[in-house]
């Protein structure tokens, strides 16, 4: 795969996840803080692109600051509702998050697989969803420890990824997130070898959906217990083009000496 993987440039994207945390005033503050953080530091935002994803009560707060102030700082929903409208409680539908400019969405999220029973079959219907409107969904897919030793590594990531692709056309832009159930929030991350290993594999299933052009566009990102420290070895890997970012993602300080990898490593 690496004559795939060097074949087009990918700009790295550096997503912050910050699941169920952050009110609305909090998340204009976090995003004020990094935008003048990042400023302040020289960050190329071409060079490396960022992203937030706040609960969805704070997406309009942050939809209107990032327009405001012309910050150069994307953000996306968490989760969206494969249903297109309706009945359906307590849902978001893709249409709200286009409504609200978002760029992107995280789909399949292991928090969503595990505590929420979500299948590949419904992965595939928000992907769907997600496309249709417009937005980029960032398609997450990982394995448990459980997984890992029964299938051995890459097994589980490649088959949720081949059917979340199901019915995605080469004309999608969609991001892929290899998250290893057993690294997320433990504190101890995939080596970079495992992270490369997996997302080669992840690589191989777009080329063999969708073909060479698309699997060589596609960005495929780590996630899973991502810190400034272990941020290079990663970066380093010639499929791993960016990090899902969990918990540091909250703390400006840190976040941004992950999304500045480039200039404190030498990358």
Not at 150 to 172: C, E, F, I, K
Request: a negative charge; charged letters at 20%; glycine letters at 8%.
């Amino acid at each position: 795969m690496a004559a795939v993987s060097s074949s087009v440039r990918r700009v790295p994207l550096i997503a912050g996840n910050w699941k169920m945390n952050l009110d609305h005033l909090q998340a204009i503050a976090v995003v004020q803080k990094l935008a003048w953080t990042l400023k302040d530091a020289g960050h190329d935002f071409g060079a490396v692109e960022v992203a937030v994803f706040p609960p969805f009560t704070d997406l309009r707060s942050v939809q209107t600051l990032v327009a405001a102030d012309k910050l150069p700082i994307a953000f996306g929903g968490q989760d969206v509702s494969e249903h297109e409208s309706g009945a359906y409680t307590g849902e978001v539908a893709a249409s709200f998050l286009a409504a609200l400019e978002s760029r992107y969405v995280i789909i399949g999220h292991s928090e969503r697989r595990t505590l929420h029973n979500e299948t590949d079959e419904q992965v595939a219907a928000k992907v769907a969803q997600a496309l249709k409107h417009n937005i980029a969904p960032i398609i997450c897919v990982g394995e448990t420890a459980e997984d890992l030793e029964t299938h051995g590594a890459s097994a589980v990531p490649v088959a949720q990824l081949r059917a979340a692709l199901a019915n995605v056309d080469s004309a999608a832009d969609f991001v892929v997130a290899y998250e290893p159930v057993w690294a997320i929030g433990s504190g101890q991350a995939a080596t970079p070898e495992q992270a490369e290993q997996v997302a080669a594999a992840l690589r191989a299933v777009i080329v063999e959906k969708l073909g060479e052009d698309v699997a060589a566009k596609t960005r495929i990102l780590y996630g899973g217990s991502v810190k400034s420290g272990n941020i290079a070895g990663f970066m380093r890997e010639p499929n791993v083009d960016g990090a899902l970012v969990g918990g540091a993602s909250l703390d400006v300080a840190e976040f941004s000496a992950i999304i500045r990898y480039q200039k404190h490593v030498g990358l």
